[in-house]
């Protein structure tokens, strides 16, 4: 189960047209307002369809959502290069959200239900880390090789190695084990899944808390991440060596998931402080600037890409009904939302403060979160 894991990890992110997307809106004559509401449109799709999507999971086969979503993925990328335009881009966008809804909560639930009825179920956070090393590995692997195949064959090429990573990644899913059995048919269908899931939820408060701690450690660090860019090239870095320096904070996140494996006993007391430190290291490295800035920012990322699989094993751990894949898709809801909001506020803090500023004020939440397991912890010391 882990090698087919392990590709659909690397190829699912093995998209050479991530990091060249943009252009190609641009050079259709896009406007910048155009682009904006295509990324509005690819959040509201995500919104939309994450709940419903995790619900559909836990009814029916998990493994048939893993396939299907690449497909979608591989049907959208072609729409953007065979005929770019505002409307196909659009529909591409459409079908991309959908294809991250349909994987969101389905592998999570489907691999720790097979890691469990193996009696490995504490490997999970191992696993699932290595896993998204392996994804960010293949982020960097495309954007190295975007360049040089935009420029042998532009646009198209870039496509067509794109769609053909997500037919093989929807090749790799069938290779899945899937031992669960579909839930039984009935008259309300998925929304009978979606009623339990929540019953769920209601019913245990440590289910709650380790549902909420999925998005307060997400999204924030998430969401800036797109804006590293700008954060790095403010401090007077020349432009090209700005994609050399984004390489460090990558690998920052990359190490963060390969420490999940000896991380994943942290009680709250020692996922609070991992928290605290990271924050203290994001505040420090953003307002320092230059090299020593980018070289604290990627350990701060690589404490936050820790902490959110972690809390990820937590919320795992906890879930013991059978809308496993409904819950975590509420947990990737929270996270959508919340990205959202930190798009909206760094908009005006960014255009106010500087990126530096906006990035150091951005620790802020995260003291929070850690001070809340901290309480927490010392609450149940002394029980």
Avoid at 40 to 56: C, D
Avoid at 59 to 76: F, K, N
């Amino acid at each position: 189960m882990t090698a087919a894991l392990y590709a659909y990890a690397f190829l699912d992110e093995f998209v050479l047209l991530y990091p060249v997307y943009v252009l190609l809106f641009a050079d259709s004559g896009l406007s910048v307002g155009q682009i904006s509401s295509l990324f509005v449109l690819w959040s509201l799709t995500g919104v939309l369809l994450e709940v419903p999507s995790g619900a559909w999971a836990d009814a029916a086969s998990r493994r048939t959502l893993l396939w299907l979503g690449p497909l979608l993925g591989a049907a959208g990328f072609a729409l953007w290069v065979l005929v770019p335009s505002y409307w196909a881009f659009a529909a591409g966008f459409v079908l991309w959200g959908a294809r991250g809804a349909l994987g969101s909560g389905a592998l999570e639930a489907l691999v720790y239900e097979e890691l469990e009825r193996a009696g490995a179920a504490d490997r999970y956070a191992r696993v699932t880390g290595r896993a998204h090393a392996l994804g960010q590995a293949a982020v960097m692997a495309a954007t190295a090789l975007a360049g040089p195949v935009l420029s042998a064959g532009g646009y198209r090429a870039v496509g067509a190695a794109s769609v053909l990573a997500s037919l093989l990644c929807a090749a790799a899913a069938t290779a899945f084990p899937e031992h669960r059995a579909p839930a039984a048919p009935s008259e309300d269908g998925w929304t009978a899944t979606l009623r339990a899931g929540f019953a769920d939820l209601r019913g245990d408060r440590r289910v709650l808390g380790a549902l909420l701690l999925v998005p307060a450690v997400t999204a924030v660090w998430g969401a800036l991440d797109e804006y590293t860019p700008l954060l790095v090239g403010e401090s007077g870095v020349p432009d090209a060596e700005v994609p050399r320096l984004l390489v460090l904070i990558w690998a920052g996140v990359t190490a963060g998931s390969l420490l999940s494996g000896p991380a994943e006993r942290l009680g709250r007391a020692g996922l609070a402080a991992l928290l605290a430190g990271a924050a203290l290291a994001l505040a420090a490295g953003a307002l320092t600037g230059g090299l020593g800035g980018v070289v604290l920012v990627a350990l701060a990322f690589g404490g936050f890409q820790l902490a959110t699989v972690l809390a990820d094993v937590r919320l795992q751990r906890r879930i013991e009904g059978a809308g496993r894949a409904t819950l975590t898709s509420v947990a990737g809801l929270g996270t959508e939302l919340l990205t959202i909001a930190v798009y909206g506020a760094y908009g005006f803090l960014g255009s106010a403060y500087g990126h530096g500023a906006a990035f150091a004020l951005f620790a802020a939440p995260y003291l929070a979160t850690a001070l809340t397991l901290a309480l927490a912890a010392a609450r149940g010391s002394r029980r």
